[in-house]
């Protein structure tokens, strides 16, 4: 993989995987979630209904939906570790689908940035100088996988 090919661009390009609204299923805490994004968005609230209602949405935008709507729902300290959380989420992604890990392996040492216009917090946002937390953590989990890449076996 050569180092000068800019910038890897995956709201919905080639490496769309790495969404955390892309079709991989994912075990986490004894339950299957349709999307990482589902799984994210339950961690938000300690009350089980609401999970289940997260865990039955018919996508992970509807999922999101609710999420975004119960916000003040949320439990105690959520902003504190959300970015930990997130970070658990992609591990297990990576674990739990080998595809996925076979992208990230391809991704090289390439910056890794969310393209989403709407969201300048997870993504790069409208002016492309947002956060951009999510490929942040996707590339601290790829330098995870390539120094100790037996954690990520199954």
């Known amino acids: 993989m ?11 390009s080639e490496f769309y995987v790495f ?9 986490w805490k ?15 609230f300690d009350d089980e ?18 999420a975004e709507a119960n916000k003040e729902k949320a439990r105690n300290g959520w902003n504190d570790i959300k970015l930990g ?6 591990r297990e992604k990576v674990r739990q689908h080998p595809y996925v890990k076979k992208k990230l392996l391809e991704s090289g040492d390439r910056p890794l940035i969310e393209d989403s216009w ?7 946002g409208a002016g492309k100088d947002g956060e951009n937390h999510l490929g942040k953590l996707w590339m601290e989990v790829r ?4 120094r100790l890449p037996s954690d990520f076996e199954a």
């Open 2 to 12: 050569e180092k000068d090919q800019g910038p890897i661009l995956f709201y919905g």
């Open 19 to 27: 969404s955390n609204f892309s079709s991989f299923t994912l075990d």
């Open 49 to 66: 209904a609401m999970k289940e209602t997260i865990g039955n949405a018919r996508s992970a935008h509807e999922a999101f939906k609710f």
């Open 85 to 90: 959380v997130m970070k658990a989420i992609l």
């Open 30 to 44: 004894g339950r299957r979630w349709m999307t990482s994004e589902q799984a994210y968005q339950a961690e938000k």
């Open 118 to 124: 709407r969201d300048d917090f997870w993504g790069w």
């Open 143 to 146: 330098e995870e996988f390539n």
